[in-house]
C-alpha cells in the first residue's frame, strides 16, 4: 500500500469507515430500546460495525507502520551506501576532483587535499581558477562535454615541478567530470635515470673498447717492429683490459645493492679483522704513492652486527678513493666510534639490526678535495668531479664508486655525508643505526637508555 493509498483511507473516508456514525447509531439504538426492545438489534448491529471499522482501522495502521519502517530501512541502506562510496573515494590513494557542468567543484577525497591542496572548503568554486593550467582545463572542459581525456602534466605542487598521469572522465548523472591524478615523478625520474645510466655506461664502456681495438690494429702493422712502440700499445690494452675489468666489476656491485629481493645479510663480525683485510688489499696502491694507512676506533668497539660484505665493499671504495687522490706522502685514517645514529623515515632498516647504538665510520685522507660546486653531484653514478681528479689509465674510476657506497649504506639503513675543502682533504662519513652494543661510559649508557 502506497502512502498516497494510506492517506485516502484517513483522510477521505467513506461514510461506512467513519467510526462517529457508527458510534452514534449504537448509542442511539440503545436509548430508544429503552421503550422499544426491537431496536436494541440496531444496537448490536452498531456495535459490530464499530468494531469493524476499529479493527479496518487497526489494519491501516499498521500497513502504515511497515510502509513507514520499510522506507526508512531504505533510507538508511542509501546512506550507507553514499557513506560507503565516499570513504572508498577517500581511501584512494590518488587525488579525485569531480565537477558540475557549470565547472564548480562537488566533491574532493583527502588525498586532493594533500597533493593539490583541493579540499571539501573549496566546493563550489570553479576547477579552473583552483590550478593553474591550461591543458588540464581543457581536459575538464571537454569531458564535461562528454569526451573524456588522458595527458600527463607537470603541475606546480608546494613549489615543485610533479609530473602527473591525469585522467578526465565524463559523469553522465551531473552533466560534469571526474579528474583523477596519479603522481609518476619518481617513476619519470627513474625513466630518466635508467636511460642516462645505459648512455653512461655505454659511453665508459665503448672508450676503452675503441683504445683496445686501436691499439690492436696499430699493432698488427706498421708498429709490429716497433719494440718500443709495442710496449706502449701493449700498457695501453693492459690498463684499458683493467678498465673494462672494474666498470663490469662496478655496474654487477650497483645491480646487486639496487636488487630489492636480495636483503642484507646481517651477522656478527670482528671490526678489526675486516678493515685489515681491506687495508692488506690496498697497502700496495698505498705504498705506490708513499702513503700511511692507519685504523683508529673506539676503545671496546670490538665486534658489530652488519652485513660483512656490504660493509667491505663501503670501505674498500672509501678507501681506495681516498688513496687515489690524497696528496703523496701523507696519512688516510679510518675512524670507527660508537653514536646514537637515528635511522632516517625514508630509508628501511634491516629488521635483524636491533642494538641500541648505531656507529659513525669515516674515511679521512689530506689531497685534493673537492670544490664546493661539485659536492652535491658526486654520488651520481658515472659522474667525476674533471679530468684531474678523475685521472687517467689505472688511475681514472669508473665514476661508480661512491654511488656503490651510498646503496651500499641505505641497504643498511645508513646515509652517506662529505665535508671537504678543496686542496685539503676530504671525510666522508657514514652513519649506521642499530649496529653497535652500548658501551661502559655513563654518556653512552644514556643515550642506549634514549
Not at 716497433?226 to 675489468?245: F, G, K, S, Y
Not at 706522502?329 to 642494538?355: E, G, H, N, S
Request: with cysteine; glycine share 6%; aromatic share 4%.
Amino acid at each position: 500500500m502506497s502512502l498516497k493509498t494510506a492517506n485516502h483511507f484517513t483522510d477521505h473516508t467513506l461514510p461506512l469507515d467513519n467510526p462517529m456514525l457508527a458510534f452514534s447509531i449504537a448509542l442511539g439504538s440503545v436509548m430508544i430500546g429503552v421503550f422499544l426492545p426491537v431496536f436494541l438489534i440496531g444496537t448490536c448491529i452498531g456495535l459490530i460495525w464499530l468494531l469493524w471499522i476499529i479493527g479496518r482501522a487497526k489494519r491501516v495502521s499498521d500497513r502504515l507502520r511497515v510502509m513507514i519502517e520499510r522506507e526508512s530501512s531504505v533510507r538508511a541502506a542509501v546512506q550507507d551506501s553514499v557513506t560507503l562510496l565516499r570513504c572508498l573515494i577517500d581511501a584512494a590513494d590518488i587525488p579525485i576532483v569531480a565537477t558540475d557542468a557549470s565547472g564548480c567543484v562537488i566533491h574532493t577525497n583527502e588525498r586532493s587535499q594533500e597533493i593539490l591542496g583541493i579540499g571539501d572548503s573549496m566546493a563550489g568554486r570553479r576547477f579552473d581558477e583552483l590550478i593553474p593550467d591550461r591543458a588540464l582545463h581543457g581536459l575538464e572542459s571537454a569531458a564535461r562535454s562528454d569526451k573524456p581525456g588522458h595527458a600527463r602534466l607537470a603541475l606546480p605542487i608546494a613549489g615543485e615541478m610533479r609530473q602527473f598521469d591525469v585522467s578526465a572522465d565524463p559523469v553522465s548523472f551531473s552533466g560534469g567530470a571526474v579528474l583523477t591524478f596519479r603522481d609518476i615523478t619518481e617513476l619519470s625520474r627513474a625513466m630518466t635515470l635508467k636511460a642516462d645510466f645505459a648512455a653512461n655506461a655505454s659511453h665508459e664502456l665503448r672508450t676503452p673498447i675503441a683504445s683496445i681495438m686501436a691499439a690492436t690494429e696499430t699493432l698488427s702493422g706498421s708498429a709490429r717492429k716497433d719494440a718500443q712502440m709495442t710496449d706502449r700499445l701493449i700498457e695501453m690494452i693492459a690498463n684499458n683490459a683493467t678498465r673494462l675489468e672494474l666498470l663490469a666489476c662496478d655496474l654487477l656491485d650497483l645491480s646487486r645493492l639496487e636488487a630489492e629481493d636480495q636483503p642484507a645479510e646481517i651477522k656478527q663480525i670482528p671490526l678489526e679483522k675486516l678493515i685489515d683485510k681491506v687495508f692488506t688489499e690496498l697497502q700496495s696502491q698505498a705504498d705506490g704513492r708513499e702513503l700511511t694507512l692507519a685504523f683508529e676506533h673506539e676503545p671496546g668497539l670490538d665486534e658489530i652486527i652488519t652485513d660483512p660484505t656490504l660493509l667491505e665493499l663501503i670501505l674498500r671504495n672509501l678507501v681506495g678513493n681516498a688513496i687515489k687522490f690524497a696528496h703523496q706522502d701523507t696519512k688516510v685514517r679510518v675512524l670507527v666510534r660508537r653514536a646514537l645514529v637515528f635511522p632516517d623515515r625514508t630509508i628501511p632498516v634491516p629488521p635483524q639490526l636491533d642494538q641500541p647504538m648505531g656507529m659513525v665510520l669515516e674515511v679521512i685522507d689530506q689531497g685534493i678535495g673537492i670544490p664546493i660546486a661539485h659536492q652535491q653531484r658526486i654520488f651520481e653514478r658515472f659522474y667525476q668531479v674533471d679530468q684531474a681528479r678523475a685521472g687517467s689509465g689505472v688511475k681514472r674510476g669508473t665514476g661508480l664508486g661512491l654511488a656503490i657506497v651510498k646503496h651500499a649504506a641505505r641497504k643498511l639503513g645508513g646515509t652517506i655525508t662529505l665535508e671537504s675543502i678543496h686542496q685539503v682533504g676530504t671525510t666522508m662519513r657514514i652513519e649506521l643505526p642499530r649496529c653497535a652494543a652500548a658501551g661502559d661510559s655513563p654518556d653512552e649508557a644514556v643515550s642506549s637508555i634514549l
